[in-house]
Structure formats: structure tokens, C-alpha cells
């Protein structure tokens, strides 16, 4: 099957987009087609700092590396390497409902914190451009991204109807335990990188600095270790992160803990987090001295993903009278 995902390069990658999203990949990119892009016409919506942001683009395409995704297998590029991203995204906006950009939760979340552009506007149709382009059929993505990839399916099929088949209509795929990671201070809200640093985990974080977070992360009244995301969302939150990296069920964890203080269950969790994360640091310290290599790599991968847009662009011209 073909798969498309992307990850906006603002310099911080978190528990919640390994475990959402990039664990995913590495996982489809044994049996499928995959296509991953780091998005950096995504990135320039928010507020960015241009003399950082190439570095910013070469460090996401190293983590992209570090944490498992293998060029052999996969298409790693830089979307703004493909002009038929911004191309088709032009094309697509002149299908797409105003009202259906305006529903958008992700935006009105934005829209509160940041000022509001065209190009925040108008992200989920770039979005859906980047997904039709490659003839996607699963998009695997965390939670907060499923608006815009079920956007994505109503435009491409609002496009077959229009113009006639042209579009393959994606799906999202999103983990059932990793779909959502919570903050570690505020543990109702996603984890997210435009939150204050000790509200998340970074991949390639110090360890002492891991096990501060952990350690000071929110927890709830009661003194058990139990999953209950309603009563004890911080505990749910942290048993949630355990399981997914130690491959042990909730239930046994719960099991395992069951005379443990909040305080002990946090140190093994601090120490399990800085395991997990040990051999990535390595590698992406490697890879960031090897930065000939990884553009190398994302030029192959241009080249490939280029092959693929300019079709279905010749394609979608044609459908539209544009020849
Ligand atoms: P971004 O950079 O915000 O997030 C990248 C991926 O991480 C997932 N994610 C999470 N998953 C679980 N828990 C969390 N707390 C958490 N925070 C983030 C996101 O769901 C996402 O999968 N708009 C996309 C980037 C994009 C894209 C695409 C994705 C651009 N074009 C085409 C798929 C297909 C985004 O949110 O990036």
C-alpha cells in the first residue's frame, strides 16, 4: 500500500509525534509503499526563525533517520523540494469549501495563540495536497490530525465527481494508545511542542533532564497506580507512555505497581523513557555529523517522490482543463 506522513520541522520532536506518528512508520515501511516528507511549507505558518530553519529542516531529517526510518525502504524529502506540493494545493482550494476550512478545530486552536495568515488558513488543503499527490491510501497520523486527513477523503472525492476518477481516497491510520499523549503538565490537553518545556519530553533530550520532567510531571489525589484517563488522567497518561515502551500491557503494569508510591512508578518511568531514547541520541549525534549523507539521501528521495507528483499533476491538469 502506498503511505504518506509528514512532520513540521520546528526543532522539537516529542514523545507524542514518535509515538503518534513516527513509530507507525517505521513499522509500515517493512511491507509498504512509504513516503514520508519533513514539512517545511507546513512549518512557515507559525512564527519561525529563518536563520535556524534550514538547520531545523536537516536535524528532522536526521531524527527521521536516528529513530529508524531506512532510505532503502522509504522516500524521505523536504516538501518544499517539490513544487507540485504548493501546485496542487492552489488547485485543490478552488474545490474546497470555505465553511469546511473554517470547522477546522486545529486552526481555531492556532487562531487563539498566533496570528491568523492565509497560509494557516488554507494548511489542511496543503495537507490534502500532499496526501493526493503520491496516490495515498493510508495516512498515519496521531489523533489531532484525523479532521484533516477526513478533509483530504471529502476533497479528493468531491474532485472524482467533479473531474472523474483521479484520486485515490486515503484513510488515516492512528494507533490506538499512542493516538494521543498527553502533556505531563497539564495532562487533559495533547503534548505538544508549542507548550511549555516541561510539558513535554523531547527525543533527544538530556537524561537528567527527562528525569526532571518525569518526576515533577502532574499526578492526581489518591495514592494508587491506576488507569482511569477521567479520575487520574496524569497517572493514565504516564502508565500509557510505560506500556507503549516497555511493551507490557496496562493491566499488568497496574499489577506490577500495585504497592508502589506515585514517586517510585516516576523513577522506573524516567529510567525506562531514558533506555528507550539512549540508542536514537546516538545515532542522530552521528547523522548530524554526516550532513553531505542525509542530504544525499533526501535528494534520492526527491527525485523518486518527483517522478510520482509529476504524474498525478499531469493527470489532475488534464482532468481540470488546464493543458
Ligand atoms: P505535527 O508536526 O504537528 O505532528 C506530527 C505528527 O505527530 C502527531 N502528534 C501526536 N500524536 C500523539 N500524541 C500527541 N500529543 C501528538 N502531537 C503530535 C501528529 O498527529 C502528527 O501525526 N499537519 C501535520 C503534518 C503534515 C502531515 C501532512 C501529516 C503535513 N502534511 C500529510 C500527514 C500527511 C502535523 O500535525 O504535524
Sequence with gaps: ??????????????????????????????????VFSVVDLHAITSPYDKKKFSDNVLQMASAYLALGLNPEKCLLFVQSHI??????????????????????????????????????????????????????EIVPVGQDQKQHVELTRSLA???????????????????????????????????SKSDKDKSYIEIF??????????????????????YDPIKKPGISNLLNIYSL?????????????????????????????????EPFKRKQKEYLQREVYVKEILDQGRKRAQSIALSTMDEVKKKMGLE
Design 1 to 34: 500500500m502506498r503511505i504518506f506522513s509528514g512532520i513540521r520541522p520546528t526543532g522539537t520532536i516529542h514523545l507524542g509525534n514518535y509515538l503518534g506518528a513516527i513509530k507507525q512508520w517505521i513499522d509500515l515501511q517493512q511491507d509498504n509503499e512509504c
Design 83 to 136: 513544487k507540485e506540493h504548493a501546485e496542487l494545493a492552489w488547485l485543490l482550494g478552488t474545490i474546497c469549501p470555505l465553511g469546511d476550512l473554517k470547522r477546522m478545530t486545529q486552526f481555531k486552536e492556532k487562531s487563539k495563540t498566533q496570528d491568523v495568515n492565509a497560509g494557516l488558513f488554507n494548511y489542511p488543503v496543503l495537507m490534502a495536497a500532499d496526501i493526493l499527490l503520491y496516490q495515498t
Design 157 to 191: 472525492q468531491k474532485f472524482n465527481k467533479k473531474f472523474g476518477k483521479t484520486f485515490q481516497v486515503p484513510s488515516p491510520q492512528i494507533s490506538k494508545e499512542g493516538a494521543k499523549i498527553m502533556s505531563l503538565t497539564e495532562p487533559k490537553k495533547k503534548m
Design 205 to 226: 533530550e538530556e537524561d537528567e533532564k527527562i528525569r526532571k520532567k518525569i518526576m515533577s510531571a502532574k499526578t492526581d489525589t489518591g495514592k494508587k497506580i491506576k
Design 245 to 277: 515502551l516497555s511493551s507490557k500491557s496496562v493491566k499488568e503494569l497496574e499489577g506490577v505497581f500495585a504497592d508502589k508510591s506515585y514517586q517510585s512508578f516516576k523513577k522506573d518511568l524516567a529510567e525506562l523513557i531514558i533506555n528507550y531514547l
